[in-house]
């Protein structure tokens, strides 16, 4: 059984998504972001110490550690995890959910951008600009995308369970 991996866009829900999601599959929930803050302190702080192509090569090799788990887990990746080929190639086996959100849902969840180092102080125009460069790599890697983007977490979460345990549509159980 592959692990499932979340996807997408700054805001789009992944690591609230991703724990609501765990929490019906009854598997365990692992957020790069967060292992990464666990192991190496705060994010924008380790940007402006190292800068971006640092911090991706070791978003790359935790990546690679979570993914090869003994138990399939929700992984809720970085949004721009996807950029790093090889995380890209990691992915091929695994199921892989976008999670896609409008501009608008984005502007509403993103706050100031402060959390995020790649938003600058402009974060919605980085935002937009950041989502066009790769929006097409998202949906490259996905073999799921949620484009429904006023459903709530929890109906996130349900969606997402009935569309990899699809009900048959038949009755052919009946004798
Ligand atoms: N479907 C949703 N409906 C309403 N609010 C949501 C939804 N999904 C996420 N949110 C809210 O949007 C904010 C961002 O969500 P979250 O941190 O899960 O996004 P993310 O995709 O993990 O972002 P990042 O790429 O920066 O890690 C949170 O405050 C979360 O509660
Ligand atoms: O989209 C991005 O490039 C990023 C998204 C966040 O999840 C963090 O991984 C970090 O702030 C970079
Ligand atoms: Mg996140």
Redesign the pocket.
């Known amino acids: 059984m592959s692990n499932i991996v979340l996807i ?1 866009p ?8 991703g724990a609501a999601l765990a929490r019906r599959l009854g598997r365990p929930h692992v957020d790069s ?1 967060h292992f990464f803050v666990a192991r190496y302190g705060s994010i924008p702080e380790y940007f402006r110490a190292h800068g971006e192509k640092d911090f991706r090569e070791r978003e790359h090799r935790i990546i690679a550690e979570l993914l090869d788990s003994p138990r399939p887990s929700v992984i ?1 990746l ?2 721009g995890a996807v950029l790093d080929e090889r995380t890209r190639a990691l992915l091929k086996d695994q199921t892989v959910v976008m ?1 896609d959100i409008t501009p608008d849902q984005a502007a509403l ?1 993103i706050g100031d951008g402060t959390s ?1 180092p790649v938003l600058g102080d402009e974060p919605m125009e980085a935002w937009t600009r950041i989502y066009a460069e790769r929006e097409t790599i998202y949906r490259a890697c996905a073999d799921m995308v949620l484009s429904a983007d006023d ?3 929890e109906t ?1 979460a349900d969606t997402i369970v009935a569309r990899l345990n699809p009900t048959p549509s038949g009755d052919d159980t009946t004798p």
């Open positions: 997408g700054m805001g789009s829900g992944k690591s609230t998504v972001d809720s970085g949004g999670l969840r995020r459903e709530s977490i996130r």
